[in-house]
C-alpha cells in the first residue's frame, strides 16, 4: 500500500495502463508538456511521447470526435475535457455517436473511450468552472458515468474504464484533487463499473451521495451519530450502470432515503434515485424519499459568501437528515 | 493495389492509358454509376408505391462518388459517409441487396438491422462508417481514424464525405485544423450540389467555393467538375497518393447536382426554378460519362445491352429479396445498448419475453425481483 493523492491515483491510473497496452493514448488541452491544468497527465507526455500524448487545439468536439474515430480504428483512447463546464461543445459527438453507435450499428462498430473531465465547486471556479454535469449524460443509454470518491476508486474505476468496451464518462471532483487522501495498492487491481459501495454502515437513514459529496455524507453521519441518529451512507461510485441491488437493500432496511448531490436539484440525478426507490422500495418507506442538492440557479457564482451560499456541506446535509430521521 | 474492377484484365485503349487504367476499370466505374442509379429510381418507386416510407438519394451524385472512391483501397482504407453516399456505398463493396434491406430497414440489414433511417448505411466489413443524421460530425471520426492509422502505422487513408450544406458544421474547421497540424492521411471530400434542403449556396458559404477555405489550414483545396467521372478519379488518386505519403489531407470539392429533391417528403419545385432543375438535369453525370465510353468504343451496344440486362436483374433481385425478408423481432429492441447487456436498464413491461427467454439478464432479475418482493 501506499498513501496517494486523488490525482496521483487517476494519474498512475492512466500511466500503468498505458504501459499495459499500447492502443491507450491520452488527448486534450495541455496534456502534454504542461501535464494539464491541473497536471493530471503530468509525465506521461515524457514517457510516452508525442504519438500517445496529444495537445490538442481548444476544440472540445474535435477532441471527443476525433477520440471516437480512433476507438473505431483500434485505439482505447482517454480524452480529457479540461473542465466539465467546457463538455458542451461535444455533447453532440458524446450523445449522438459515442452514445449511439453501438446501438445503431448493431454491434458493428463500437467506441472503447475515456472522457475525463474535472467537475464540482466550491473552489472559487465560479459559473464556468465549478459545475457539475452528469445529469446530462446518466440520461443517455450507451454511455456509463463514473463518479469516484477515493483515490483507491478513482485508480481502480479508472482501469475498468479504460478496458471497457463502451464510452466511459468519468468524472473528477476538482476538490477532492490534493485535499483527499488514501491508501492504493500498488497491484493491477481494478474496481468492476456497476457498483456501489457502503461507506459506513447504519440502520435509519440511507444517504445516497457521489463524489465529494461521499465525504460530506459521512462528516454529517458522524455529526448526528452523536444525536443518536445512525446513517448509512452510500457511495453510488458508477451512476450509470446503476447498483440497484445495493441501493434498494439498503433503503430497505432503514425505510429512509436521502440523496445529496451539487447539481442543481430540479431534474439531476437524484431524481433518478428518488424516483427508482419511490417505485421498487415503496412498500418499506417510512419517510419522503428527499433530495438535498444545489439551489435550481443556472450556475455557482464566484464571490465566496455567494459560493458558500451555493455548496453543500456536512452541515446542511445533516440538517437534511435531521428533518428526515424526526418524520 | 488492385483495383475494383480490373479482373486481371488489363487491356487498356488511349482513354483508359490516360488515367492509368485498364478499360475493364472504366466499364466497372461505369456500371457502378448506372447500378447507383437504378437501385436510387427503384427506392421512389417503392416510396411512391407505399412500400418505404422515406427515401434519400445520391442521383445526380453518382460520377463523383464512383471517381472519388475509386482510387481507395476496398476494405483497407476507410470512408466515413453521408446519406447520400449510395454509389461510394456499392464503389466500396456493398451490394444492392445491402443497400435495399437498409431501405426497407429488415432484420437482416446489414448495418443496423433496421434501426436506422434509410440512407444511413455502415459496413464495419467494407470500412465504411455508420452514417448518423446530425450532419457533419463523421468528419471528424474519419479524422480519429487517420490518427489511429498513423499511430499504428497501418498505411491507411480516411475519408469523409458530405454535401456543401453540412461543411459549414463547426466540426468541419476542428477537423480540417486538427489533420493539418497533424498531416494525418485524410482526405476530405465536399460534393457541393448546389443546395443545403431549399437554401442555395450563396446563402450557405461566403466563398465562391467551399475549396478556397483550404488555404486557411494550408492544404490543398481542389475543385473538380463532378460529372465527369474520371476527373473526379485524378483528383481522388491525388489527393489519397499524398495521404498516404505522409503529405497530409487534401479537400476535394466535387461540383454536382441534385436531381431529385431533398428527399422523399420535400417538393424542390417549391424553391428552385424550371430553368434552374434543367440546368441539373444537363449536369447529370451518367449520360455524360455513357457518352464519353461510347466514344471512347468502350460501351458496345452489345455490352449496354447487357449491363442493363444484369443491372434490372440485379436491382429486382435487391427488391425481391429485401420484400420477403422479415422485419426485425422486438425482442431484439434491447440488444446492443452496451457490450454486456447487463449493464443495461430493464426493458419496458412489454418487452416480449413471457418465459424469460431473450430478456437481458437485467430483466430476468428485475422480473423474479418483482415477483417475490411486492407479491
Known amino acids: 500500500m501506499t498513501i496517494r493523492t486523488f490525482i496521483e491515483a487517476i494519474r498512475d491510473g492512466m500511466a500503468e495502463e498505458m504501459r499495459r497496452d499500447a492502443a491507450v493514448i491520452v488527448l486534450g488541452e495541455d496534456v502534454g508538456k504542461k501535464g494539464g491544468v491541473f497536471l493530471a497527465t503530468d509525465g506521461l507526455w515524457a514517457e510516452f511521447g508525442d504519438d500517445r500524448v496529444i495537445d490538442t487545439p481548444l476544440t472540445e468536439s474535435m477532441i471527443v470526435g476525433a477520440s471516437i474515430g480512433a476507438a473505431l480504428n483500434g485505439l482505447r483512447p482517454i480524452a480529457e475535457i479540461q473542465f466539465a463546464d467546457f463538455i458542451h461543445p461535444a455533447f453532440n459527438q458524446i450523445v449522438s455517436e459515442a452514445a449511439r453507435m453501438r446501438y445503431r450499428s448493431i454491434g458493428g462498430f463500437t467506441v472503447p473511450m475515456v472522457i475525463r473531465a474535472p467537475y464540482g465547486g466550491g473552489v472559487h471556479g465560479a459559473l464556468y468552472h465549478s459545475q457539475s454535469v452528469e445529469a446530462f449524460f446518466t440520461h443517455v443509454p450507451g454511455l456509463k458515468v463514473v463518479i469516484p470518491s477515493t483515490p483507491y476508486d478513482a485508480k481502480g474505476l479508472l482501469r475498468s474504464a479504460i478496458r471497457d468496451d463502451d464510452p466511459v464518462i468519468y468524472f473528477e471532483h476538482k476538490k477532492m484533487y490534493r485535499s483527499v487522501r488514501g491508501d492504493v495498492p500498488d497491484t493491477e487491481f481494478s474496481v468492476p463499473l456497476g457498483l456501489a459501495a457502503v461507506r459506513r454502515p447504519g440502520r435509519q437513514v440511507t444517504v445516497v451521495a457521489y463524489g465529494l459529496m461521499v465525504h460530506y455524507a459521512l462528516e454529517a453521519a458522524e455529526r448526528v451519530a452523536a444525536e443518536g441518529i445512525d446513517c448509512e451512507v452510500l457511495d453510488l461510485r458508477t451512476l450509470r450502470p446503476l447498483d440497484r441491488e445495493t441501493l434498494l437493500s439498503s433503503v430497505r432496511k432503514t425505510g429512509k432515503c436521502l440523496i445529496a448531490y451539487e447539481d442543481n436539484r430540479f431534474g439531476g440525478y437524484g431524481a433518478e434515485i428518488a424516483a427508482i426507490v419511490a417505485e421498487d422500495a415503496f412498500d418499506y418507506l417510512d419517510g419522503p424519499v428527499t433530495r438535498i442538492a444545489g439551489p435550481d440557479v443556472p450556475a455557482m457564482p464566484y464571490n465566496h459568501v455567494l459560493e458558500d451560499w451555493f455548496m453543500l456541506n456536512p452541515a446542511r446535509i445533516a440538517d437534511a437528515i435531521r428533518r428526515l430521521a424526526a418524520y | ?375
Open chain 2, 1 to 375: 493495389m488492385t483495383l475494383p474492377g480490373h479482373n486481371g484484365d488489363a487491356a487498356a485503349g488511349p482513354l483508359a492509358v490516360s488515367f492509368g487504367l485498364a478499360d475493364a476499370d472504366l466499364l466497372a466505374m461505369f456500371r457502378t454509376v448506372a447500378l447507383a442509379r437504378a437501385v436510387d429510381e427503384r427506392m421512389w418507386i417503392l416510396n411512391r408505391a407505399g412500400r418505404i416510407p422515406f427515401v434519400i438519394s445520391g442521383q445526380g451524385h453518382e460520377g463523383a462518388q464512383v471517381g472519388l472512391a475509386w482510387p481507395l483501397r476496398r476494405g483497407h482504407d476507410w470512408i466515413a459517409p453521408f446519406y447520400r453516399s449510395i454509389a461510394t456505398c456499392l464503389a466500396f463493396g456493398m451490394t444492392p441487396r445491402d443497400l435495399m434491406l437498409a431501405q426497407y430497414a429488415k432484420a437482416s440489414d446489414p448495418g443496423s438491422a433496421g434501426r436506422q433511417m434509410p440512407g444511413h448505411y455502415g459496413s464495419p466489413e467494407h470500412h465504411l462508417v455508420s452514417v448518423s443524421s446530425p450532419v457533419a460530425t463523421q468528419i471528424l471520426h474519419a479524422v480519429g481514424i487517420a490518427l489511429a492509422a498513423k499511430i499504428r502505422g497501418l498505411d491507411q487513408v480516411a475519408v469523409a464525405i458530405m454535401g456543401e450544406g453540412s461543411s459549414n458544421q463547426g466540426d468541419v474547421h476542428e477537423a480540417l485544423n486538427f489533420a493539418a497540424i497533424h498531416r494525418l492521411p485524410f482526405v476530405f471530400i465536399v460534393e457541393n450540389n448546389g443546395y443545403a434542403i431549399s437554401v442555395p449556396a450563396e446563402k450557405e458559404i461566403s466563398v465562391p467555393d467551399v475549396a478556397m477555405r483550404a488555404s486557411g489550414y494550408g492544404i490543398p483545396g481542389v475543385v473538380v467538375d463532378g460529372t465527369d467521372v474520371l476527373a473526379c478519379y485524378a483528383a481522388g488518386r491525388e489527393a489519397v497518393e499524398r495521404a498516404r505519403a505522409g503529405g497530409g489531407p487534401t479537400l476535394i470539392e466535387a461540383k454536382v447536382t441534385r436531381l431529385t429533391a431533398h428527399s422523399s417528403d420535400d417538393q424542390q419545385t417549391k424553391y428552385r426554378t424550371e430553368d434552374d432543375l434543367a440546368r441539373g438535369r444537363a449536369h447529370d453525370p451518367l449520360p455524360i460519362f455513357r457518352d464519353r465510353l461510347r466514344a471512347a468504343g468502350l460501351l458496345t451496344p452489345d455490352r449496354e445491352a447487357a449491363l442493363a440486362a444484369e443491372i434490372t436483374d440485379l436491382v429486382e433481385d435487391a427488391t425481391d429479396f429485401a420484400e420477403a425478408e422479415p422485419d426485425p423481432d422486438p425482442a431484439t429492441g434491447m440488444d446492443f445498448v452496451y457490450a454486456d447487456p447487463a449493464a443495461g436498464e430493464p426493458p419496458p413491461p412489454w418487452h416480449p419475453a413471457p418465459d424469460g427467454a431473450g430478456a437481458t439478464p437485467a430483466a430476468k432479475a428485475d422480473a423474479a425481483f418483482a415477483g417475490e418482493e411486492r407479491g
